[in-house]
């Protein structure tokens, strides 16, 4: 049983470039969730998606970041015109379904170093 | 709003002693509650949850209990492991925004041989 994928598992942009990080979420599961992680700090919510819908976006900056669900394929996130505050640990999470206290199970992370 | 306060660390034990790792929580509906666990390098692992008050999840030795009481989720262990050694996030979700965990900002635990 795969756990949830997340590619690639370092990325290093220079500032200005676009930054994709890919997960695949647990089989079976059709509810995604990014989360960010600055060093030493706890994750923050970015953004809930289900298979070709944004859900709940309310922790996504405003501005350059944008993310995606598609029908077939891996959930991406998408840092365009990327800073040096960008680099961070994004992780993905997956849940079978987005009830309360559902569990969410993590992939490894994606660690971003902007340049 | 909607937060969780954890004890900072790093916190450094002997093998064999007695971990108590504070958490409360601040939120307007009825939070279920987590910990997680993060080893050096990896992603996030639940380690355990409740959903309810009064509530005790448990795994490999680990205990906590949803008080309500004192809007505390504290976690325990008797008798630590040098694996033990981890960063420890305490977390909830709201069921008006379940979607949404809120994480603590993490426990670093260091268990000496």
């Known amino acids: 049983n795969a756990g949830v994928m997340q590619n690639p598992r370092h990325l290093v942009r220079r500032r200005g470039q676009e930054a994709r990080l890919r997960c695949s979420p647990m089989?079976?599961?059709?509810?995604v969730y990014w989360y960010r992680q600055l060093p030493e700090e706890g994750l923050k919510f970015m953004v809930y998606?289900?298979?070709?819908?944004?859900?709940?976006e309310s922790g996504m900056p405003k501005e350059r970041f944008s993310a995606e669900f598609p029908k077939e394929g891996p959930s991406i996130l998408r840092i365009q015109q990327v800073v040096r505050g960008d680099s961070a640990a994004y992780f993905c999470?997956?849940?079978?379904?987005?009830?309360?206290?559902?569990?969410?199970?993590f992939g490894p992370g994606t660690r971003l170093t902007v340049l | 709003g909607d937060s969780v306060t954890q004890m900072e660390g790093p916190v450094t034990l002997s093998e064999e002693a007695f971990l108590t790792i504070n958490c409360t929580y601040t939120?307007?509906?009825?939070?279920?509650l987590f910990w997680y666990v993060q080893y050096p390098g990896e992603g996030l692992q639940l380690l355990l949850k409740?959903?309810?008050?009064?509530d005790k999840g448990s795994n490999k030795g680990f205990e906590a209990t949803y008080r309500k009481e004192t809007t505390s989720f504290h976690l325990e262990k008797g008798s630590v492991q040098v694996s033990d050694s981890a960063v420890y996030f305490c977390?909830?979700?709201?069921?008006?925004?379940?979607?949404?965990?809120?994480f603590g900002s993490g426990t670093r635990l260091s268990i000496r041989p």
């Open positions: 977390a909830l979700s709201l069921y008006s925004s379940a979607s949404k965990i809120i």
């Open positions: 089989k079976g599961h059709s509810h």
């Open positions: 998606l289900q298979k070709e819908n944004i859900i709940d």
């Open positions: 409740a959903t309810k008050a009064d």
């Open positions: 939120a307007t509906g009825y939070p279920s």
């Open positions: 999470a997956s849940s079978p379904s987005g009830g309360a206290g559902d569990t969410q199970y």
